[in-house]
């Protein structure tokens, strides 16, 4: 039959069936970041992870839906966030283009010459586990950290947890207990001072020029990361998405049984520029009496310091003596060195290059610290 003879109807018809007899329109596209998440639904959740795609993974696109490529797995209809895909074949890769589902933690074992964006291809989730100490405590735990294991070769055998302060939806209407013992707060914060329960994660502050604080803390959490896994160090990624469903307490047990020190990443809510400080444990006799506290506030402290040191010593503004007192639901509940580090507040500068600077006087008070330990 001829295209003349048909009806308008049918011709439609025709080329309509034409065309799904083909394969849809897809051109290739390559993963370049070290891991990138593949799901199911074009939003970031927990439960939408397919699989991990690696670096230099080459993937068939098939269309794009706002900030998300849509792509084609196995048969199955995906979405990466397109942000971390490239036309190009990455020019470093090879390391991880072989990379399917299912792959456990240390499986990409060639080390890629040179970029230290490729230190790590896959990690291992860690879940909060039920038997750690104070698990219970934790109202918000369906999500994973990501432990990472450097392939640098001079390893320092050390795990330093990384923690971009916020970022867990939902963590704002639902309340943990302030201290393990039930007792109240003895300083005042987020939450006033004299309450026994506080909101298991805080939304964060908004910048003055309108960045989320929970945006900044990711972004800063992974130029860490790549820093210390370049240096030598393992590191455990409690958030590397938007949302990732742990609260305070179980971020805090997660670092407390899988990390050798704990640092959570944040900005201030003041508008004065005022330079960066770690949160102490407080001079009250009561909350350096209780356990956990008792045992390891002086290790915080050692931490605290040692960060503000290597940040001064990275040309660092830091707010007065480097530290404030606050009682914190991290600091109540951590057995291994932990702090919270203020970086800067609303009116600091965050741009990539402050970041960078950031990280390099982080990693060089995590070297001080585990050289003095
Ligand atoms: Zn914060």
Request: aromatic share 6%; hydrophobic share 35%.
């Amino acid at each position: 039959m001829t295209i003349k003879k048909m009806t308008g109807t049918a011709l439609l018809a025709a080329l309509l069936l034409a065309a799904s007899a083909q394969p849809a329109l897809a051109d290739t596209v390559y993963v370049d970041c070290d891991v990138l998440r593949c799901r199911t639904s074009a939003e970031i959740r927990d439960d939408n992870i397919s699989e991990n795609l690696y670096q230099g993974e080459a993937l068939e696109r098939t269309g794009t839906q706002g900030e998300w490529t849509v792509i084609r797995r196995d048969g199955k209809t995906r979405y990466v966030s397109s942000a971390y895909l490239s036309e190009k074949k990455p020019s470093a890769g090879g390391a991880a283009a072989q990379g399917s589902s299912g792959k456990s933690s240390a499986a990409s074992s060639q080390k890629p010459s040179g970029t230290s964006s490729q230190q790590n291809a896959s990690g291992e989730a860690v879940g909060l586990s039920a038997d750690w100490k104070y698990a219970e405590f934790s109202k918000i735990n369906s999500g994973t950290a990501t432990l990472y294991r450097t392939t640098a070769s001079a390893r320092k055998n050390r795990t330093v947890c990384v923690n971009a302060g916020h970022g867990t939806s939902g963590g704002g209407s639902v309340k943990t207990l302030c201290h393990p013992d039930g007792s109240p707060k003895v300083t005042g914060g987020t939450t006033g001072a004299g309450a026994t329960s506080a909101v298991a994660v805080s939304s964060g502050m908004t910048f003055s020029d309108g960045t989320a604080e929970s945006k900044v803390t990711l972004q800063m959490a992974k130029i860490l990361k790549e820093k210390l896994l370049a240096a030598g160090y393992d590191v455990l990624m409690i958030r590397e998405s938007d949302d990732v469903q742990l609260d305070n307490i179980a971020r805090t047990v997660i670092a407390n049984n899988r990390a050798d020190c704990h640092i959570a990443l944040h900005w201030d809510s003041t508008t004065s520029n005022k330079g960066a400080f770690y949160m102490s444990v407080p001079n009250v006799a009561s909350y350096r009496a209780m356990e956990p506290v008792a045992s390891h506030w002086q290790e915080h402290h050692r931490l605290g310091e040692a960060l503000v040191s290597g940040l001064r010593g990275a040309g660092v503004k830091i707010f007065s003596g480097g530290s404030m007192e606050m009682d914190l639901t991290q600091t109540s509940y951590s057995t291994v060195p932990s702090v919270d580090i203020e970086l800067g507040d609303k009116a600091s500068d965050h741009s990539q290059a402050t970041l960078s600077v950031l990280a390099d006087g982080l990693l060089a008070g995590v070297n001080a610290f585990f050289s003095e330990s």
